[in-house]
């Protein structure tokens, strides 16, 4: 199964519907929501945190949560 | 009689604007208070809506929900909350970026639901052409139910605006509800209704989710709100419908109302992120950063703090031969001027490092710094987050513990705080720079860089280790579970607004100057008291002196100075020194820097003025000589060495560099871990590590 952490730079996908409940709030708030189109735009120097851009929020996430929001890649 | 003030709480997400629009609005008339109860600085200033009609406007810290994961965002939430009509606000104004306005629409939207009056803000207009976007604003009130205005706080434009959008709702003072929690379960939130409805839905909500009651409310609903909160996953589900609602209605009303041209929205963004997070060049381009702040702060400092120092002592000079002797002009001579210079003395230095750290902040860089450090951090217990409070903190441990609130565990948190203090804070500077310069030769290595200046380098370097190795110490050892949840916004590069930066720096300096200030200022006038009254001895020392002495045929001069030094040394603090005397000596110092340690127990910087005021009792000359010329040619009577030698100076540079030795900081220590323990885990820690450290640099350099 993909996850954002399984994303490479400059890759993006659709956070997918079945992972709402494994989303933190504070995540949802901030735009990360089902269905929204994510991308990968960097990772930091010691592979983690990572920096994604969501709905139009650029957030920087760790990578342990990162792997727990699942998502469906696009072509 | 103008009418009542409208108090105007700004919210929004952080980086929207809210300081910029606070600083518009209110000018220099700005103050930093406290929160009744909440023990949180709270900035507020006044400004004039119209010709009959003032405002009281509080600068809120920046939060993307109501829902609080950090200290910070908890006192949004309080402020809100607040029912009696003292405190809370009337009317809320709400402050959007246009450039990500449906994920600000999502607090606007939550505060809608608490039924308080709200004016939404759109900042950062002048960047819409460039962005391609566009906005039906017209549609856009209508769909929103509220009074809505675009503005550019930093191009001043549309503040006038928004005075007018101010008294217009407070006026109207009616609010709808925007979302209705209802949808989500018809059944379970029309029972919550039922506890009062004397609150809103969204009220009663957040009171169950958040656990956090007004005083009013009785047991018996508590009691009932309490049992909502039983089924915790069922809690969970409901916020996390309750977010994709209320995004499902914003999306609803931007449809129409907000137009993106994607194909103009590109910017510098992607090209900088490439550079300064890069691998290598993003450690690289930080630590010339470190460089540069390091290096500014000494070359732009120095001229104002020489010119500082000298001021002081000819103003002391002046005040002693044109005030009549008597012990008032003492006070005034020896101990209120050095006092308050040895305050004024770290303006030049705390401004110049707070205006650095704004710069980072307003351009955006910090948080790329943050997203660079986390991993490295989190190894050491701490956070990405607590790289500001460390570099903040070579300013003042004040400020620094203060910006640790933004880190949302507990535990990274409490290390950030607790290792803060071991930071090289500009209240050392003042004793690094007079040892150094007394026992490190003037001269150059590999050519080129000063051997002092590397000196103080190394000290910097030794503050930074040390702090990193505690935090991991106390990663270790602290038994404390908390969750561990990180999430930081890039915001996007900008170039700082001079104003923004220079109210900061000011506000900052301010607090300083107001808070270890006070602190300083007081121990001078104690210390001079104790240096200049004592028991029997201290009454006799002119006359035994001089009876000591008769024989000797020494000047006038030479007798005056020797009756000061024995009238030192029987005063109260020459007693307090002596007495401490025997644990200090094994470090290499003697009592009269056992004197300048015991007052630095309060804050380090008396150390300067401890020996100034030492120095200036004890030699009672005409010409006040600055500080440095007299240790340097003080000389320990029992062994005619000079007492400041290379072995006793490295041992007071570790000591200093080590010791808890500020009473602010550990009063804001307490104050923001809610009890004694921390701090004197600090304290003693610390203080002890000193004392170890320090005899084994004397032992071994002897
Ligand atoms: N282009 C532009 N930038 C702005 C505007 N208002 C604020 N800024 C910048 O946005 C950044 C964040 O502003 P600040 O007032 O600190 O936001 P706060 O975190 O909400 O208090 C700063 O770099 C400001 O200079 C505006 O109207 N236009
Ligand atoms: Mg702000």
Redesign the pocket.
Same mark, same amino acid.
């Given at each position: 199964m993909n996850t954002i952490a399984s994303l490479h730079i400059g890759e993006m996908g659709y956070i997918s519907e079945e992972s709402l409940d494994s989303i933190p709030l504070k995540l949802l708030e901030m735009g990360c929501l089902p269905g929204a189109e994510v991308q990968l735009v960097q990772i930091a120097p010691l592979k983690d945190p990572l920096y994604i851009c969501v709905n139009g929020s650029h957030l920087a996430i760790r990578k342990e949560t990162a792997s727990k929001i699942k998502i469906l890649k696009s072509e | 009689m103008s009418k009542k003030d409208i108090k105007v709480a700004l919210i929004?997400?952080?980086? $929207?604007?809210? $300081? *910029?629009?606070f600083n518009q609005l209110t000018g220099l008339t700005q103050k930093v208070g406290n929160y009744p109860g909440v023990t949180v600085d709270k900035k507020q200033g006044t400004c004039k809506l119209s010709a009959t009609q003032n405002a009281v406007i509080i600068?809120l810290p920046?939060t993307y929900s109501i829902n609080p994961t950090s200290v910070d965002e908890s006192i949004v939430l309080k402020t809100l909350l607040k029912k009696d009509i003292k405190e809370s606000p009337d009317v809320i104004l709400v402050?959007a970026d246009v450039e990500n306005l449906k994920r600000n629409l999502l607090l606007f939207s939550q505060i809608k639901d608490l039924e308080i009056p709200t004016v939404l803000a759109i900042?950062?207009?002048?960047?819409m052409t460039r962005k391609g976007i566009s906005i039906d604003l017209t549609a856009l009130k209508e769909e929103l139910n509220t009074e809505v205005v675009l503005?550019?706080?930093?191009?001043n434009q549309g503040i006038e605006a928004v005075k007018a959008a101010i008294i217009k709702c407070h006026v109207a003072a009616k609010a709808t509800p925007m979302c209705d929690n209802k949808k989500i379960d018809p059944a379970y939130f029309e029972e919550l209704k039922a506890i009062n409805p004397n609150y809103t839905l969204y009220e009663l909500w957040l009171m169950v989710t958040q656990k956090n009651f007004p005083e009013e409310i009785t047991k018996q609903e508590k009691e009932k709100l309490l049992s909502f909160n039983k089924d915790v996953s069922k809690l969970k589900k409901y916020q996390h419908k309750e977010t994709i609602y209320r995004y499902q209605e914003i999306n609803k009303i931007l449809k129409n109302t907000y137009l993106v041209d994607k194909s103009k929205a590109k910017d510098l963004r992607a090209k900088l992120d490439k550079v300064f997070t890069h691998r290598i060049f993003g450690y690289f381009i930080f630590l010339l950063v470190l460089l540069l702040i390091f290096q500014s702060i000494f070359d732009w400092s120095s001229l104002p703090m020489d010119l500082i120092d000298t001021t002081f002592a000819e103003l002391s000079d002046f005040a002693r031969s044109n005030l009549p002797t008597g012990v008032l002009s003492d006070l005034i001579v020896e101990g209120i001027i050095p006092g308050i210079g040895g305050v004024i003395i770290f303006i030049p230095q705390i401004a110049i490092l707070f205006l650095f750290i704004a710069v980072l902040e307003? $351009?955006?860089y910090m948080s790329r710094v943050v997203f660079l450090m986390d991993k490295i951090m989190r190894r050491f217990g701490m956070n990405g987050k607590s790289i500001i409070p460390l570099i903040s903190g070579t300013a003042c441990a004040i400020p620094a513990i203060m910006a640790t609130r933004t880190i949302s565990s507990w535990k990274e948190r409490l290390i950030t705080i607790l290792v803060v203090p071991f930071t090289t804070c500009s209240a050392r500077l003042p004793v690094y720079a007079i040892l150094i310069s007394l026992i490190i030769p003037d001269t150059k290595i590999f050519g080129f860089y000063n051997l002092q200046a590397f000196t103080l380098l190394m000290l910097y370097a030794l503050g930074f280790v040390t702090a990193i190795l505690a935090a991991y110490i106390l990663q270790k050892t602290l038994k404390i579970k908390s969750n561990s949840f990180f999430v930081v916004e890039m915001?996007n590069y900008?170039l700082? *607004?001079v104003k923004?930066v220079l109210f900061d720096v000011l506000e900052k300096t301010k607090a300083f100057v107001l808070g270890a200030g006070k602190i300083i200022l007081a121990l001078s006038v104690v210390l001079w008291f104790l240096a200049s009254n004592g028991p029997e001895s201290y009454k006799n020392a002119e006359q035994n002196t001089i009876e000591k002495v008769a024989n000797k045929n020494l000047g006038a001069d030479e007798l005056q100075q020797k009756i000061a030094a024995v009238k030192l040394e029987n005063s109260y603090i020459g007693i307090m020194g002596k007495s401490i005397e025997p644990a200090i000596r094994p470090l290499g110092y003697d009592w009269k820097i056992g004197i300048a340690l015991i007052t630095s127990f309060a804050a380090r910087e008396v150390f300067v003025g401890t020996l100034a005021t030492i120095y200036s009792v004890g030699s009672d000359d005409e010409n006040t000589t600055t500080i440095k010329e007299k240790m340097r040619s003080e000389i320990n009577p029992a062994t005619g060495k000079k007492i400041f030698n290379f072995p006793a100076g490295m041992s007071l540079l570790v000591f200093y560099a080590f010791a808890m030795q500020c009473m602010a900081t550990l009063a804001i220590v307490k104050r923001e871990t809610k009890t004694w323990k921390w701090p004197l885990i600090q304290l003693f820690g610390m203080t002890g590590l000193a004392y170890v450290c320090s005899l084994i640099v004397f032992q071994i350099l002897k």
């Amino acid at each position: 199964m993909n996850t954002i952490a399984s994303l490479h730079i400059g890759e993006m996908g659709y956070i997918s519907e079945e992972s709402l409940d494994s989303i933190p709030l504070k995540l949802l708030e901030m735009g990360c929501l089902p269905g929204a189109e994510v991308q990968l735009v960097q990772i930091a120097p010691l592979k983690d945190p990572l920096y994604i851009c969501v709905n139009g929020s650029h957030l920087a996430i760790r990578k342990e949560t990162a792997s727990k929001i699942k998502i469906l890649k696009s072509e | 009689m103008s009418k009542k003030d409208i108090k105007v709480a700004l919210i929004g997400n952080p980086n $929207t604007g809210k $300081t *910029s629009l606070f600083n518009q609005l209110t000018g220099l008339t700005q103050k930093v208070g406290n929160y009744p109860g909440v023990t949180v600085d709270k900035k507020q200033g006044t400004c004039k809506l119209s010709a009959t009609q003032n405002a009281v406007i509080i600068d809120l810290p920046g939060t993307y929900s109501i829902n609080p994961t950090s200290v910070d965002e908890s006192i949004v939430l309080k402020t809100l909350l607040k029912k009696d009509i003292k405190e809370s606000p009337d009317v809320i104004l709400v402050v959007a970026d246009v450039e990500n306005l449906k994920r600000n629409l999502l607090l606007f939207s939550q505060i809608k639901d608490l039924e308080i009056p709200t004016v939404l803000a759109i900042n950062m207009v002048d960047q819409m052409t460039r962005k391609g976007i566009s906005i039906d604003l017209t549609a856009l009130k209508e769909e929103l139910n509220t009074e809505v205005v675009l503005i550019s706080a930093r191009k001043n434009q549309g503040i006038e605006a928004v005075k007018a959008a101010i008294i217009k709702c407070h006026v109207a003072a009616k609010a709808t509800p925007m979302c209705d929690n209802k949808k989500i379960d018809p059944a379970y939130f029309e029972e919550l209704k039922a506890i009062n409805p004397n609150y809103t839905l969204y009220e009663l909500w957040l009171m169950v989710t958040q656990k956090n009651f007004p005083e009013e409310i009785t047991k018996q609903e508590k009691e009932k709100l309490l049992s909502f909160n039983k089924d915790v996953s069922k809690l969970k589900k409901y916020q996390h419908k309750e977010t994709i609602y209320r995004y499902q209605e914003i999306n609803k009303i931007l449809k129409n109302t907000y137009l993106v041209d994607k194909s103009k929205a590109k910017d510098l963004r992607a090209k900088l992120d490439k550079v300064f997070t890069h691998r290598i060049f993003g450690y690289f381009i930080f630590l010339l950063v470190l460089l540069l702040i390091f290096q500014s702060i000494f070359d732009w400092s120095s001229l104002p703090m020489d010119l500082i120092d000298t001021t002081f002592a000819e103003l002391s000079d002046f005040a002693r031969s044109n005030l009549p002797t008597g012990v008032l002009s003492d006070l005034i001579v020896e101990g209120i001027i050095p006092g308050i210079g040895g305050v004024i003395i770290f303006i030049p230095q705390i401004a110049i490092l707070f205006l650095f750290i704004a710069v980072l902040e307003e $351009t955006g860089y910090m948080s790329r710094v943050v997203f660079l450090m986390d991993k490295i951090m989190r190894r050491f217990g701490m956070n990405g987050k607590s790289i500001i409070p460390l570099i903040s903190g070579t300013a003042c441990a004040i400020p620094a513990i203060m910006a640790t609130r933004t880190i949302s565990s507990w535990k990274e948190r409490l290390i950030t705080i607790l290792v803060v203090p071991f930071t090289t804070c500009s209240a050392r500077l003042p004793v690094y720079a007079i040892l150094i310069s007394l026992i490190i030769p003037d001269t150059k290595i590999f050519g080129f860089y000063n051997l002092q200046a590397f000196t103080l380098l190394m000290l910097y370097a030794l503050g930074f280790v040390t702090a990193i190795l505690a935090a991991y110490i106390l990663q270790k050892t602290l038994k404390i579970k908390s969750n561990s949840f990180f999430v930081v916004e890039m915001p996007n590069y900008k170039l700082p *607004s001079v104003k923004n930066v220079l109210f900061d720096v000011l506000e900052k300096t301010k607090a300083f100057v107001l808070g270890a200030g006070k602190i300083i200022l007081a121990l001078s006038v104690v210390l001079w008291f104790l240096a200049s009254n004592g028991p029997e001895s201290y009454k006799n020392a002119e006359q035994n002196t001089i009876e000591k002495v008769a024989n000797k045929n020494l000047g006038a001069d030479e007798l005056q100075q020797k009756i000061a030094a024995v009238k030192l040394e029987n005063s109260y603090i020459g007693i307090m020194g002596k007495s401490i005397e025997p644990a200090i000596r094994p470090l290499g110092y003697d009592w009269k820097i056992g004197i300048a340690l015991i007052t630095s127990f309060a804050a380090r910087e008396v150390f300067v003025g401890t020996l100034a005021t030492i120095y200036s009792v004890g030699s009672d000359d005409e010409n006040t000589t600055t500080i440095k010329e007299k240790m340097r040619s003080e000389i320990n009577p029992a062994t005619g060495k000079k007492i400041f030698n290379f072995p006793a100076g490295m041992s007071l540079l570790v000591f200093y560099a080590f010791a808890m030795q500020c009473m602010a900081t550990l009063a804001i220590v307490k104050r923001e871990t809610k009890t004694w323990k921390w701090p004197l885990i600090q304290l003693f820690g610390m203080t002890g590590l000193a004392y170890v450290c320090s005899l084994i640099v004397f032992q071994i350099l002897k």
